[in-house]
């Protein structure tokens, strides 16, 4: 670990403070703003389609949650991997993380592009479509599948910029896509009247005048130097740079399987219900948007933390990455205590955003953020211990942490609720599996604390 390297970066010699500020606040924004892309189109399809269309984007909702999920998995392993090795004064081998990086991205986004194409209506059918919202779900889906490459420049790109110190310029890609969504959607939609199909391109040419500014980023390092052979696809650092990603990887190909499992729960269940199978689709799919963008405060403290996490554990400076923890912890808790008291007392204010609906869909929206979002204020403590383990490169309790709510605390939990309380019992399982990761997250970091800054355990 060097020192030497420490002093000539500002990441081990400016206020923790300071850091997080400069760095959590453009990271935050980012997110935020990558969750209202699609949160935008569901109000305005809301307004103009109806909830049939917002179930139709709550269907195509896992294609974009899994690709998410590939470019957190290359992005923030190749950005852990550039902050742990220029804390270790390494320049080289990060700079090989990084091309190995942007040859992954590029070539699994189009590949994903062309199989989404074509199993785009079997894959609707898998994540709950009905014979109502289907044709919907494929209008909207066939169009936001042909931006997946510039989606997944966006994702990964966005990482390592932040990585290489630029968090504003991360910040500055997402808002030029977010505002070209925000300006064209009501154009689309209720000017050319393309309902769906409008909200999706308005999307996916937000989304490539985001990429063509990453570019322009990336052929712009303040760090580290990209060579020609630094983009040939190398095993022996695509193996070290993808575990670094591993726990946000998991989080997100997680929430696929939920989205499916939830989705076909809410349609079976539902069906035996006074709402039909319909309503509770659309209504929960807007409640877990709505969730998205708040959590994302969270998860945008700790990811864009992660480079002061990976640099300064790299570095040997300890005492710096625990008051960087305490106070992302601190800071994210505080945030998601707010929200969760803005889903309790004021649902319908959010829900009314989506379109004026019948009394029975309204009932079942409110239900659902109240219900659903009990216990929101305990992911805090999931996310920011999440990406701590992965950022200072220990990916086997970050992956554990990413699987605990997902995959062993919800998905059991739709089923086994879903089956004895029918489709309310759907939306226990989520405060259920928030509270039940939110105690492991608590336990694990409690356990490991002391371990992880002595030397020996560093070291491992």
């Avoid at 004021?346 to 009990?374: D, H, T, W």
């Avoid at 211990?385 to 309790?397: E, L």
Wanted: glycine share 10%; net charge positive; hydrophobic share 50%.
């Amino acid at each position: 670990m060097s020192y030497e390297a420490a002093v000539k970066n500002p990441l081990g010699t400016e206020p923790v403070e300071k850091l997080i500020a400069r760095f959590a606040i453009p990271s935050i924004i980012s997110i935020v703003i990558n969750s209202l892309y699609n949160m935008v189109d569901q109000i305005f399809i809301g307004q103009e389609v109806g909830y049939l269309g917002n179930a139709a984007t709550n269907i195509i909702m896992p294609l974009t949650i899994l690709l998410a999920a590939l470019g957190m998995l290359i992005g923030d392993g190749a950005a852990a991997y550039m902050s742990l090795n220029l804390g270790k004064d390494r320049r080289e081998d990060a700079a090989h993380g990084i091309g190995n990086a942007i040859t992954l991205t590029v070539g699994t986004s189009v590949v994903l592009m062309i199989l989404f194409e074509i199993f785009l209506e079997p894959l609707c059918h898998l994540f709950g479509a009905t014979d109502t919202n289907l044709p919907y779900a494929l209008d909207y889906g066939r169009i936001i599948v042909l931006g997946f490459p510039f989606a997944m420049i966006d994702g990964t790109f966005g990482s390592i910029i932040r990585a290489d110190g630029r968090p504003k310029s991360s910040m500055v890609g997402l808002l030029i896509g977010c505002i070209t969504n925000l300006i064209l959607d009501p154009v689309f939609i209720f000017v050319f009247q393309w309902g769906v199909k409008g909200a999706a391109f308005a999307t996916i040419i937000g989304q490539i005048l985001n990429a063509v500014y990453f570019i322009y980023c990336m052929l712009r390092f303040q760090t580290i130097d990209i060579k020609k052979e630094n983009l040939i696809p190398k095993w022996r650092i695509v193996k070290r740079v993808l575990p670094l990603g591993a726990s946000s990887f998991i989080t997100q190909v997680a929430a696929v399987f939920v989205v499916a499992v939830i989705n076909n729960a809410l349609v079976k269940y539902g069906a035996l219900s006074k709402y039909g199978a319909d309503i509770p689709l659309a209504a929960l799919g807007i409640t877990m948007k709505v969730s998205q963008l708040v959590t994302g405060i969270a998860l945008g403290i700790a990811s864009g933390i992660q480079p002061i996490f990976g640099f300064n554990y790299g570095s040997g400076q300890y005492d710096r990455v625990k008051k960087t923890y305490k106070i992302a912890l601190t800071s994210s808790t505080l945030i998601l205590i707010v929200a969760f008291f803005i889903f309790q007392f004021c649902p319908n204010y959010i829900i009314n955003l989506f379109g004026q609906e019948s009394e029975l869909y309204m009932e079942f929206a409110v239900k659902c953020f109240r219900i659903y979002l009990l216990a929101c204020f305990l992911i805090g403590v999931s996310a920011v211990t999440g990406i701590f383990f992965q950022a200072i490169g220990k990916p086997i309790p970050a992956t554990l942490l990413s699987l605990s709510r997902q995959v062993i605390f919800l998905i059991p939990a739709v089923l086994a609720f879903g089956y004895f309380m029918g489709v309310e019992g759907v939306l226990w399982a989520g405060p259920f599996a928030d509270g039940l990761a939110g105690i492991v997250a608590i336990i694990t970091i409690g356990t490991r604390w002391n371990k992880i800054f002595r030397k020996e355990g560093a070291d491992k």
